[in-house]
């Protein structure tokens, strides 16, 4: 659905996205004072900021407070028309129930095909394309890190410049490995998230593998063909003999790495992860509804696009199941939504934890709200499969991947799936990137472009004020992902060259 905007001139604005809603949100950077006439005639009872809601008709103690058609809450107190419907004035509705939900009732047509599109990738001997040259080393415990971290940089400063054909080398450390309860059942997901990002295509198949060799995590789990791919530094006599083994190890496979050249793809070996931080009461309705209509082109391409981020999922999910592509992906859905909500109680916790204090001065009220706008980055094509945390993908269509709404661990999730292109929307700004994939970072204000315009890669503000349709806005997003899949363009973030570290997500207990 396509939100209307009060006035397409300036003067004040603002946008109101179905036409069952009560309330819209403020258009104008910097908000509208008290006294404010819209073209509609509705009046500001009280200064109301930039992205925050105002009440367009009266409404009762207690009554529904409606955006996207949907009920985020009720109202606490009672709020004339023309009032600022703060986070104070809604008091969050309960979650849809999982046990009646409809499942497969609504499954969309398959897309016409969006043939002819490609991209320049590396691919890979399984079939799977690379959208980067890396050389990838895997860790099995935190213990290697500091020894890693001084190869690394040796490795970067005397053998990458030999070999001008690959782009980096990326050290896949964390914090697990030892004082962890291995054999614990959802041990399985730390597990598998690392061996799937050690297998991703970035790497080429010429992943090399740093233990220790007394952690109870051992490198032959995470690394493909062990026994010819690692070295345990409890093997060598000192420091300096395990930099030298890590150097030779590592130009071994720079050699071999640096043979790879780019073939034209068909868009099909494409696995674009979605998702949103910082996020604000435009997000749903600018670059979340905008990267949606990329996500259905995408899909008609071929490709296999992630959706991610439980928590933001949740309160949505009557709308998720319906388009499930049949029931059992359906019943794969709220297995997953079941799962985190006994995660969240045995933590203390629950949904009303998201969103952040920031997400709340951006003009989100609570994670119902949250969840209705972060939906829209899914698009409109059926869900044709749904993925456990770190499982790979080996689908193509639209794919929800199971995962916290933590940035840094969905990211890491996403990679694990295989994720060669990142789509990153945000509306408060964040400096996030990846080193395993190219993140491309979409604005949800005009504001915040202007604000960085170093570190945001397409605006999709100039939706809010008429200058740009969402079609118009997703194509370019679309393009955009090909243009940086092929090496063509470089990211804002890979430009600086700005990497958050890998999160695992280790629901199991600590030894």
Aim: proline share 7%.
């Amino acid at each position: 659905m396509t939100p209307s905007v009060s006035s397409m001139v300036e003067g004040p604005r603002y946008i109101r996205v179905h036409p069952g809603d009560n309330v819209a949100i403020v258009v104008n950077a910097g908000g509208l004072p008290e006294g404010t006439v819209f073209p509609s005639g509705l009046r500001l009872h009280q200064r109301v900021p930039q992205g925050h809601k105002v009440a367009l008709t009266d409404i009762s103690e207690g009554e529904p407070v409606i955006r996207y058609g949907q009920i985020i809450g009720y109202a606490t107190r009672p709020l004339a028309a023309g009032s600022w419907v703060d986070v104070t004035a809604v008091r969050m509705p309960e979650p849809p129930a999982l046990d009646d939900l409809p499942l497969a009732t609504a499954v969309p047509e398959p897309p016409p095909p969006l043939e002819g599109y490609t991209f320049e990738g590396y691919r890979g001997s399984d079939g799977r394309v690379g959208t980067r040259n890396l050389l990838g080393i895997v860790t099995s415990v935190q213990c290697v890190t500091g020894v890693l971290e001084h190869a690394v940089q040796r490795i970067r400063q005397e053998l990458l410049p030999k070999y001008p054909n690959v782009d980096d080398v990326v050290a896949l450390t964390h914090a697990y490995g030892c004082g962890v309860a291995i054999d614990a059942p959802d041990a399985a997901i730390p597990i598998r998230t690392i061996a799937n990002l050690a297998s991703h295509p970035n790497f080429g198949g010429e992943i090399l593998g740093v233990g220790l060799g007394c952690e109870k995590l051992l490198p032959d789990r995470v690394t493909p063909d062990a026994g010819r791919n690692v070295t345990s530094l409890q093997d060598h006599r000192g420091f300096s003999a395990m930099i030298d083994e890590i150097l030779r190890m590592a130009e071994e496979r720079l050699a071999r790495l640096d043979q790879r050249r780019r073939v034209t793809c068909p868009a099909s070996g494409l696995v674009v992860g979605l998702q949103c931080g910082g996020s604000d009461a435009f997000s749903g309705v600018t670059a979340n509804p905008a990267v949606g209509y990329a996500a259905d082109l995408l899909v008609r391409a071929g490709a296999t696009v992630l959706f991610s981020e439980v928590t933001e999922v949740r309160d949505a999910v009557h709308l998720l199941t319906p388009r499930a592509a049949n029931e059992e992906v359906g019943r794969k859905l709220i297995a997953e939504m079941k799962w985190y909500d006994a995660y969240l109680r045995r933590g203390g916790a629950d949904r009303s934890a998201n969103p952040s204090p920031g997400n709340k001065r951006g003009g989100l009220v609570n994670v119902v709200e949250k969840s209705l706008g972060s939906v829209a980055k899914s698009g409109t094509t059926a869900i044709v499969d749904v993925l456990g945390p770190g499982e790979r993908a080996t689908k193509h269509g639209l794919i929800f991947a199971a995962t916290p709404a933590s940035d840094f661990v969905c990211g890491t999730l996403q990679l694990a799936a295989g994720m060669n292109v990142h789509v990153f929307t945000t509306g408060r700004g964040t400096p996030y990137g990846l080193a395993m994939a190219p993140v491309v970072k979409v604005s949800t204000r005009t504001a915040l472009a202007e604000q960085w315009p170093d570190l945001i890669d397409v605006d999709a503000g100039t939706i809010a004020t008429g200058e740009r349709t969402i079609e118009e806005v997703g194509w370019e997003i679309f393009r955009f992902i090909l243009d940086v899949a092929s090496g063509k363009k470089r990211t804002w973030a890979e430009r600086w060259g700005i990497q958050n570290d890998l999160c695992l997500f280790n629901p199991a207990p600590l030894t």
